[in-house]
């Protein structure tokens, strides 16, 4: 979230247009509003130049208001959980003396969510499946045991296993069956914490790019006010 105080521009159009406070106030969240297409077509600009931008809703998490009372200033801030750190940059890093599991080698390089992996891996490790070398998770894959299909035993994976595992072409949603020679497949590297660089800047966007728009509509209210 980032607050721009646009009281000195606002207070010139109330001198201009020589409106009451309550008629201006008005008038600003109108124009506010009315922006919204525009502003949002700028921070989706700006979001899809900074990310490769594979959930939409992303793009449906930017919000722009103005307090009803109290400070005259434009509040501009996106709903995705954590996307402040892509702004401020930061550490992340789990409690205690636990460490990150950073999914890799997914199907077709689908994304996979929070709560499935962290499912997924409690299904596997229940199975005895899971083995942890250097830092990297491994997934001992479990092959077949009989000859059905004119296969040798040993050779191929389990359907069931693989069905689970990675999901189906139209619809991956796990990971790619890549064996080294153990008979193991990758899924997760281990790090105790993980540093996000700054990649958004929210100032720079904010002041010049929105406000200006935002500040058009709102003078476009005052020109209907009576």
Do not use: C
Request: proline content about 5%; glycine content about 8%.
């Amino acid at each position: 979230m980032i607050s721009v105080n646009i009281k000195t521009n606002v207070d010139a159009l109330v001198r201009q247009y020589a409106k009451r406070a309550d008629q201006a106030r008005d008038a600003i969240r109108r124009g506010v509003r009315n922006a919204r297409p525009r502003t949002d077509a700028i921070l989706n600009q700006e979001t899809n130049a900074a990310f490769k931008v594979r959930d939409p809703r992303m793009q449906r998490a930017w919000r722009l208001a103005v307090p009803a009372s109290g400070e005259l200033k434009l509040i501009i801030t996106n709903m995705m959980k954590g996307f402040g750190l892509h702004v401020t940059g930061g550490v992340i890093s789990p409690k205690g003396r636990s460490k990150l599991l950073i999914p890799i080698n997914t199907r077709f390089g689908s994304r996979i969510g929070t709560a499935k992996f962290a499912n997924m891996v409690v299904r596997l490790r229940h199975a005895g499946l899971v083995v942890i070398k250097g830092n990297i998770l491994y997934v001992r894959v479990p092959m077949n045991t009989s000859r059905r299909g004119g296969v040798a035993v040993g050779t191929r994976v389990q359907k069931k296993f693989r069905a689970q595992f990675q999901g189906s072409k139209r619809r991956p949603s796990g990971f790619d069956i890549k064996l080294n020679a153990e008979g193991l497949t990758p899924i997760a590297v281990l790090r105790p914490s993980v540093a996000l660089r700054k990649r958004f800047n929210m100032d720079r966007i904010a002041r010049q790019r929105i406000v200006p728009v935002v500040l058009d509509s709102i003078r476009s209210e005052f020109e209907k006010l009576p």
